[in-house]
């Protein structure tokens, strides 16, 4: 992991084990839900609800600034508390964690590498037992907007009034609009296909089969193979933020590209706004092959 351009912000699984018991350092399972947690986490973790704890879902936006304090207040996090955040999907949500928290200027929060798959495969202890957690007084420093990206800023790049790159990290068949979302998901929208000018790079491609993040010379070569190489804003999206966190964390700390944002609104939102180009190869296709 040296070799990344911010490899602080990563932990091995083998650091995790040696730190269980560090009193300034607080575990943190994130998932869509906590069923997972349930079933067994870290000894001394708490289970974040990315539905329920992270999101306003009546908004369809982050938690307020207060219940984001009361969150990590109840979890026992202090400002200067150590957050390694692990979770399932090879840390989607945990990386929306991440981002959520470093949006609200956080300064020691890192990742474990391989997430709860590679913990669980090293067969290290997981427990059902609930974590010990004596309250604390967490306080919001300040907010660091320049990591999100709200539609505004995407208009701009898609109408060239800035310079910028957009990178779909969506599965292939959610960009050319074969589909809309993968099976079983609610959040969707009315229109499929992706934003114009976006390379599409697949967020699973920049981890390995145990979780871990590929080396820094094969996310380079992965990203500057589609032109994605941080001379410009670079602009994160996928359906709704998670799997574009885990993209915006490569970009950001383990290729080191200094002007990353993350679109958390992405297709769920784009895809459903009135007037927004679309591109759709599937629908273009089609009508080709009808007017032949």
Known sequence: ?????????????????????DPKVRFVEVDVDTSAYDQGHIA???????????????????????????????????NDTTIILYGDNNNWF?????????????????????????????????TTAPAKVTPASYKVAG???????????????????SKGQLVDVRSVDEFTGKILAPP?????????????????????QAARED????????????????????RDEVIAYCRIGERSSHT??????LLGFENVRNYDGSWTEWGNLIGAP?????????SAAGTR
Do not use: C
């Open 278 to 286: 679309i591109a759709n190869p599937t629908v273009e296709t089609a």
């Open 44 to 78: 001394g973790a708490v289970g974040w609800n990315w539905q329920t704890q992270l999101q306003d879902n009546v908004r369809r936006d982050l938690i307020e600034k207060a219940a984001l304090e009361k969150l990590l207040s109840d979890s026992g996090i202090s």
């Open 94 to 126: 945990a990386a929306y964690a991440f981002w959520q928290l470093k949006l609200n200027g956080h300064n020691d929060v890192r990742l474990l590498n391989g997430g709860r798959k590679k913990w669980a495969e090293e067969k290290r202890e997981l």
């Open 211 to 230: 979780g871990t993040f590929k080396s820094y010379d094969e996310l380079k070569q992965l990203y500057g193979g589609k032109g994605i190489d941080g």
């Open 143 to 161: 907010t660091d907007e320049s990591i999100r990206a709200k539609r505004d800023t995407v208009f701009a790049v898609v109408d060239k009034k």
């Open 184 to 204: 079983g998901l609610s959040e969707t929208a009315q229109r499929a296909g992706h934003i114009p000018g976006a390379a599409n790079i697949p967020w699973a």
């Open 248 to 253: 915006w964390f490569v970009l950001k700390y």
């Open 1 to 21: 992991m040296s070799d990344y351009k911010h490899p602080e912000v990563l932990v091995t699984t083998e650091w995790a084990a040696e730190h269980l018991n």
